[in-house]
Nanobody, 126 residues
């Protein structure tokens, strides 16, 4: 059974940084496509960043240059480094994992991922 556990979310001031972690069980982060999504209050869940085994990472336009997705295969952990945080980054952040590799054009879509964590809350104060 695959389980994804996110951590690292908290209250931070605008301009600050956070690093989110996703530690899966029953799953190997290096083998397939994974992603971070976020959902702000009253809004749809949106793709933030996606990573695949061989291709360059993908980012939403709103976070390009500020967020970095990465994984440590030795620790079997997925990360999201978030810098220059803004109040509009406030949301619940979710780790997502696919059953297999996902085509590059669909890696930022919810429907491409089967496994989801419970989320970690990021709140950015102005």
């Amino acid at each position: 059974q695959v389980q994804l556990v996110e951590s690292g979310g908290r209250l931070v001031q605008a301009g600050g940084s956070l690093r989110l972690s996703c530690a899966p069980s029953g799953y190997t982060v290096s083998s397939v496509s994974m992603a971070w999504f976020r959902q702000a209050s009253g809004k749809d869940r949106e793709g933030v960043a996606a990573i695949d085994r061989d291709d360059p990472s993908q980012y939403a336009n709103s976070v390009k240059g500020r967020f970095t997705i990465s994984r440590d295969n030795t620790k079997n952990t997925l990360y999201l480094q978030m810098n220059s945080l803004r109040p509009e980054d406030t949301a619940m952040y979710y780790c997502a994992a696919a059953e297999t590799r996902v085509a590059w054009w669909s890696r930022m879509y919810r429907s491409s991922y089967k496994y989801w964590g419970q989320g970690t809350q990021v709140t950015v104060s102005s």
